[in-house]
């Protein structure tokens, strides 16, 4: 819990942001519940309050902050502006590949706090990391709102989260969601 107290848990159900369905996730799992923590971001005094619970749990200092993703950048740059220091974004090439756009870059020496909504299987925050040490930087830690992995993330740096929610995950072939021939949970944005 954050040394402000704040409740990240009630936050995300006052704004019915722990939906209940049959979700297919960005990595190709399936779940019977799906977190959507925009609908917290999309409040400037809770965006705040979350990026400066969240900057807390890191006490080095860092020369930027990176969101894995342009749906994230809201977190990226409130942790950014808590920290008096710049927000950056990843995206997508062509090929699926993530990489810096919009003249972003990260120099050579610069330490990067990574930033995402949510922590699952730890595979996207794997590819940040590996595009952070291609450009040059260096990877101080992870933050991420909410960490709903079912343990051990394979990460090289420190993950820290405001809320652990540990939910299962099943492949297509082993969901029982499928297996009961409930039908998927639409979501917008969840696969983009």
Known sequence: MPRNNMDVLCLLQEHGAILE??????????????????????????????????????SKPADVVMALTPSDSILAQEVARVRGIRAIFASKDDNGQMILKHSFNIKEGENVLIVDDVAVSGRKINKAIELVSKLGGNVIGVGVIVDRSMGYLPLTVPLRALLSYPMQTFTAKECPLCAANIPFTEVEGLNK
């Open 21 to 58: 369905g049959h979700f297919v996730m960005p990595s190709g799992f399936h779940s019977q519940t799906y977190i959507q923590t925009t609908l917290l971001m999309q409040h400037p005094n809770l965006a705040q309050k979350i990026a400066g619970a969240l900057s807390e749990k890191f």
